[in-house]
């Protein structure tokens, strides 16, 4: 019995949380999505068609003018998820220039209003050709979704005809100035299938847990529950 009524608030939030946060789910339904698409060239078709993962930058006046958000909402330039060029990005101190400069945003739109926040989170987009050693490979688990730290991106449009597709590298957060980042090439946003994937992977990267972690923190919570 709970006698701290803020505990028992604070309980029934992890009960409603409980399903929710820190599970696999999504990871189990894509998996699944992609292995009822059979072999990798069908998977990589389907992914591959006009807009399935990507489309044209998705614009704010467009999405005012079909009537999908109201005037009263705050003005975007940028999305979450959408691929931009920029060399004002850094890595570990390092800043990030000629041939990767490609990113894909990850944090949320809501936070890329101008001011709203000092520094937003990047995830670098990788082009893959020929050159790279087993890109057949890559691909074969790429359309899998066999990992989660990485997600498969067709061809872009400023790719050239070398590129066989790109990766988005979750194995690493970039960071950049928000100003700096208002100021990029915005090249294309996701689709909402290719925004719910990069979601879920996203999630899944930041919020992974096993088992063991949730018993282990489970026994510690009801240790602090029944001292109250």
């Known amino acids: 019995m709970i006698d701290d009524e803020d505990f028992k608030t ?4 992890e009960h409603d949380l409980h399903d929710l946060s820190h599970n696999q789910e999504a990871m189990s339904v894509i998996r699944g999505f992609a292995e009822s698409l059979g072999k990798t060239k069908h998977r990589q078709r389907v992914l591959n068609k006009k807009g399935a993962l990507v489309r044209t930058p998705i614009e704010y006046q467009d999405a005012l003018n079909c009537g999908v958000i109201s005037s009263e909402e705050d003005e975007f330039s940028l999305l979450q998820g959408d691929i931009i060029s920029t060399e004002a990005a850094y890595l570990m101190g390092e800043r990030l220039t000629g041939h990767q400069n490609k990113f894909a945003i990850a944090s949320s739109t809501c936070d890329l209003v101008p001011e709203r926040r000092q520094y937003a989170t990047l995830l670098c987009v990788k082009p893959v050709t020929k050159n790279v050693s087993k890109y057949k490979e890559i691909l074969g688990n790429l359309l899998k979704f066999n990992s989660t730290k990485q997600m498969y991106l067709p061809p872009l449009s400023m790719d ?20 700096n980042l208002l100021l990029a090439t915005r090249h294309a946003s996701l689709s909402l299938v290719g925004w719910r994937l990069f979601g879920s992977l996203l999630s899944n990267i930041m919020v992974l847990s096993t088992e063991g972690e949730e018993k ?3 026994v510690f919570w009801n240790l602090t529950l029944a001292n109250q």
Do not use: T
Request: avoid cysteine.
């Open 160 to 179: 050239s005809e070398e590129v066989l597709f790109n990766v988005v590298d979750f194995d690493g957060l970039v960071q950049i100035k928000l100003e």
């Open 10 to 13: 604070l309980a029934n939030l």
């Open 216 to 218: 282990m923190r489970e």
